[in-house]
Nanobody, 117 residues
């Protein structure tokens, strides 16, 4: 099994930056696709960014140009650098892993990001 633990969330003013980290442990796969999702109460979980084994990335239009996803397979870490944060970025952010191309079966418990105006 794979365990994911997010960290780095917190309270930040609009325009500020945060870097989220996701520690990947257990049975690890260098070929997995990692993703960051976010969710606010009453809304569906939203895909924020993905990065595959080849470091190809995808970003939601709402964060493109402001967020950057990266991975360090030697350290078993996935990161989400967030810049120019907006109040609408306030959400609980989740790290997820797709190890077999079927879907994101492994999830962390999330880390809260709150952006004040």
């Amino acid at each position: 099994q794979v365990q994911l633990v997010e960290s780095g969330g917190g309270l930040v003013q609009a325009g500020g930056s945060l870097r989220l980290s996701c520690t990947v442990s257990g049975r690890t796969f260098t070929s997995y696709t990692a993703a960051w999702f976010r969710q606010t109460p009453g809304k569906e979980r939203e895909l924020v960014a993905t990065i595959n084994w080849n470091s190809d990335t995808f970003y939601a239009s709402s964060v493109k140009g402001r967020f950057a996803i990266s991975r360090d397979d030697e350290k078993n870490m996935v990161y989400l650098q967030m810049r120019s944060l907006k109040p609408e970025d306030t959400a609980r952010y989740y790290c997820a892993a797709d190890t077999d191309g079927v879907g994101y079966r492994y999830w962390g418990r999330g880390t809260q990001v709150t952006v004040s105006s």
